[in-house]
T-cell receptor, first 114, second 116 residues
């Protein structure tokens, strides 16, 4: 899997949008971008994933640049409960020996403050 | 839906004993389960991948004789830490890949192991 680069930490005010960047400049054409988050002492929680197009679900939006070398996870209205470590992962979704594996980097510690 | 449970949530044991951790997919069938380990202030490290009915595939540097993985059914995988030592103290997390939605992986809540 390609490596990703994320800022180690970010702050956000409650109620504001949180924009978490991720660089994945060596991403391959068949690799998807996944976002997970981990609240302290819990298992990771799936947020969203995408290949080329921007994606949106009830939790967040994912914006992928046209060259696919970077992406941004957007939490539109951050709450205190969104404080967590956010992981950006690129992964092949079908075939290959790495099929299904998620390789976690250090992630971004997002702190939402009142 | 897509809930994964782990048991126990916390375990404290003496050095030299073995500890078994269970990972269950409660409302779906999982063809593949993954085991991760996470040390304090570090990221998750994949230990092994197990497919139902076959031997687990271990990541480089993970001792297969120390971390025994059994995946006997589509809803249960177990990780046994044999002859545990203090350096095995960690947060162990499993995840399960849904049989029908194989691009999605659901994580358990984790098991905190402390070896005295």
């Amino acid at each position: 899997d390609a490596k990703t680069t994320q800022p180690p930490s970010m702050d956000c005010a409650e109620g504001r949008a949180a924009n978490l960047p991720c660089n994945h400049s060596t991403i391959s054409g068949n690799e998807y971008v996944y976002w997970y988050r981990q609240i302290h002492s819990q298992g990771p929680q799936y947020i969203i994933h995408g290949l080329k197009n921007n994606e949106t679900n009830e939790m967040a939006s994912l914006i992928i640049t046209e060259d696919r070398k970077s992406s941004t996870l957007i939490l539109p209205h951050a709450t205190l409960r969104d404080t967590a470590v956010y992981y950006c992962i690129v992964r092949v979704n079908a075939g290959g020996t790495s099929y299904g594996k998620l390789t976690f980097g250090q992630g971004t510690i997002l702190t939402v403050h009142p | 839906g897509a809930v994964v449970s782990q048991h126990p949530s916390r375990v404290i044991c003496k050095s030299g004993t073995s500890v078994k951790i269970e990972c269950r997919s409660l409302d779906f069938q999982a063809t593949t389960m993954f085991w991760y380990r996470q040390f304090p202030k570090q990221s998750l490290m994949l230990m092994a991948t197990s497919n139902e009915g076959s031997k687990a595939t271990y990541e480089q540097g993970v001792e297969k004789d120390k971390f025994l993985i059994n995946h006997a059914s589509l809803t249960l995988s177990t990780l046994t830490v044999t002859s545990a030592h203090p350096e095995d103290s960690s947060f162990y997390i499993c995840s399960a890949r849904h049989r029908d939605f194989y691009n999605e992986q659901f994580f358990g809540p984790g098991t905190r192991l402390t070896v005295l």
